[in-house]
């Protein structure tokens, strides 16, 4: 399918509702008129923008194809969630949703936590002569969907570069107090105290690159030499300090160490998009780490903590810049600090102006707080269980977040079928749309992992591999405290850069991916300066090296060490 076909697909106008005003009258032998509930649901779906098509009105177990239930392309930047018991196709949702996104031109995060969504990369399977195979022909006649076997552009990623993909690390020093707190799962008291670390780092201009940095910090400042350094900004105890070492050589141990250092992957590889003009589905692949579920929740809010503090404000546009798909959200949540809840809080509520949209995939909406829960504007609920007091008190719980509805939900929800879901999203408007039982579309790409020599060869010709695949290990706070106490140096900051010396955190917007696509400029034959102007070591020295100002505006982001200016 060519990319207009795809647009075109993803954007075609409902048909009316079959007797609606003005509508033509049936010919003898056509499908009965919709009744009038379903009437009423219709009309709220039928937008006149852009728009992804989900599927089919269900009502009173029948599929209304005529009645096309759909979300308006730019409120897709409200917020979504994602729900639904294990089993219930809440993974085939997001496919069928990133695929509709990448077509319209909209960039795409996906989080592969099982190793089954890189096959959004190929075409779905077909049987003979090129047509669907049954189930999925079955499903698209129900939907009046015109099925085409289409893969999409993507990159994949893996986490430090365990698993097939491009390595994503990032520095210490900007993966911050809260967060890291949070992945060595340290109390509030033993969370302040590392902010106060950072903090002391930060004023001193000691990277903090690497897991060792942080210990050599930490170490230095509980010793006869370091103690002083603290007197103006506080204390840090000597059992507090013991139980952050403990806790970072116990990460270590664990091979946490790969997931942190240079080259620092750039978030705005995340806004690209293809030479046809179709969105890059970027692919973060977590089967490696899948039993680090903390590490890697925490780091899909480093992502978008990141982004937030790099892009523009943009209002409300005619599409998002990209939308962030947060599978297994509840991890996220579970066990959080105060401090952690507001910076999550913080940052949904306000990256929506800079056209990020984020779509939180869990089981229940209860797993997400009353807060954030609040924001998230789309609603897709695929079923859920009720087989015990737990389960049935979710079940009430999550009926209660929706609108007031012609259906009972609550029999509703406990008897979807796979690949069906209970929607309500923004209008073009801005108001709810009714409550619609929907039968959702089939994915057109592979439902379904890639070879994994054909993801292994994906991964290496990408244009982004030798930008990250190799790590760095330059002169960093380690390197400093060692030479200084080496020399004799009673603190750490004598072999340390001040404030004044600092470069500029960021490079230029000129050097950044979607920078140069806008101005036109080609990626091929590019000068001497551009390619170490694109290099992963210069952005990332570039990150690293911040102004004071710059690392007090991230700090705010996550929280922990927001200061008074």
């Not at 009423?40 to 937008?47: D, K, L, N, R, T």
């Not at 962030?324 to 507001?342: G, I, M, P, R, V």
């Not at 210069?538 to 505006?553: D, P, V, Y």
Request: net charge negative.
């Amino acid at each position: 399918m060519s990319d207009s076909e795809s647009v075109s697909s993803a954007t075609t106008e409902p048909m009316p509702p079959a007797n609606a005003p003005g509508s033509p009258p049936r010919a003898p032998g056509s499908a009965p008129a919709l009744p009038q509930p379903a009437l009423e649901i219709a009309a709220g779906y039928a937008f006149t923008g852009p728009a992804l098509d989900l599927g089919a009105l269900l009502w009173d177990g029948t599929c209304l194809p005529d009645a096309q239930i759909r979300i308006p392309l730019p409120m897709l930047n409200r917020h979504g969630l994602v729900a639904g018991a294990t089993g219930t196709g809440k993974t085939k949702t997001l496919q069928l949703i990133a695929e509709q996104l990448s077509a319209q031109g909209v960039p795409v995060f996906l989080a592969d936590v099982k190793g089954d969504v890189s096959g959004i990369s190929a075409p779905g399977q077909t049987g003979r002569a090129g047509e669907a195979h049954d189930r999925v022909a079955a499903r698209a006649a129900e939907v009046h969907q015109k099925w085409t076997a289409t893969g999409f552009p993507a990159e994949f990623y893996a986490l430090g570069g365990l698993g097939h993909g491009i390595p994503v690390r990032a520095t210490i020093t900007s993966f911050g107090p809260l967060l890291l707190s949070k992945v060595l799962q340290l109390n509030p008291t033993q969370e302040q105290s590392l902010g106060l670390v950072f903090h002391y780092a930060d004023q001193k201009g000691l990277e903090l690159v690497d897991l060792k940095d942080l210990r050599a910090v930490v170490a230095f400042l509980t010793s006869d030499e370091g103690k002083p350094e603290l007197k103006n900004i506080g204390g840090l105890s000597t059992a507090t300090a013991g139980v952050i070492l403990r806790s970072l050589t116990a990460f270590e141990a664990q091979g946490m160490a790969d997931f942190f250092g240079e080259p620092e992957f750039d978030t705005a590889e995340l806004l690209r998009t293809a030479s046809d003009g179709r969105g890059i589905v970027s692919v973060l692949e977590l089967p490696a780490v899948q039993d680090r579920p903390q590490l890697f929740s925490t780091f899909l809010m480093w992502l978008l903590a990141d982004l937030f503090h790099d892009l523009p404000e943009v209002g409300d546009a005619d599409k998002p810049k990209l939308v962030f798909f947060f599978d297994e959200a509840h991890l996220l949540f579970k066990d959080a600090s105060k401090a952690f809840l507001d910076a999550i809080t913080q940052t949904v509520r306000l990256i929506r102006s800079k056209g990020v949209g984020v779509f939180f995939v869990t089981q229940t909406p209860r797993d997400v707080p009353a807060d954030v829960l609040a924001q998230l504007g789309n609603r897709v609920q695929h079923a859920l269980r009720a087989f015990t007091p737990d389960d049935q008190k979710a079940l009430r719980a999550t009926v209660q977040t929706f609108p007031n509805s012609a259906y009972d939900l609550e029999e509703l929800l406990t008897g979807l079928g796979t690949g069906e879901a209970v929607v309500t999203v923004l209008s073009e408007k801005g108001a709810p749309t009714p409550v619609a039982a929907t039968r959702l579309r089939a994915p057109e790409s592979l439902m379904g992992p890639v070879d994994a020599a054909v993801l292994d060869q994906a991964v290496r010709s990408s244009q982004l591999y030798d930008r990250y695949a190799q790590a760095v290990d330059r002169e960093s706070a380690y390197e400093k405290l060692t030479a200084a106490q080496t020399s004799g140096g009673a603190g750490g900051s004598g072999g340390a850069k001040g404030p004044d010396e600092m470069r500029p955190k960021e490079p230029s917007r000129s050097s950044r991916p979607e920078a140069s696509r806008e101005s036109g400029e080609s990626r091929e034959d590019p000068s001497l300066v551009q390619q170490v102007v694109g290099s992963g070591m210069f952005k990332s020295l570039a990150r690293s090296l911040g102004t004071q100002i710059g690392r007090e505006i991230t700090r705010s982001v996550f929280g922990t060490a927001r200061r008074r200016r």
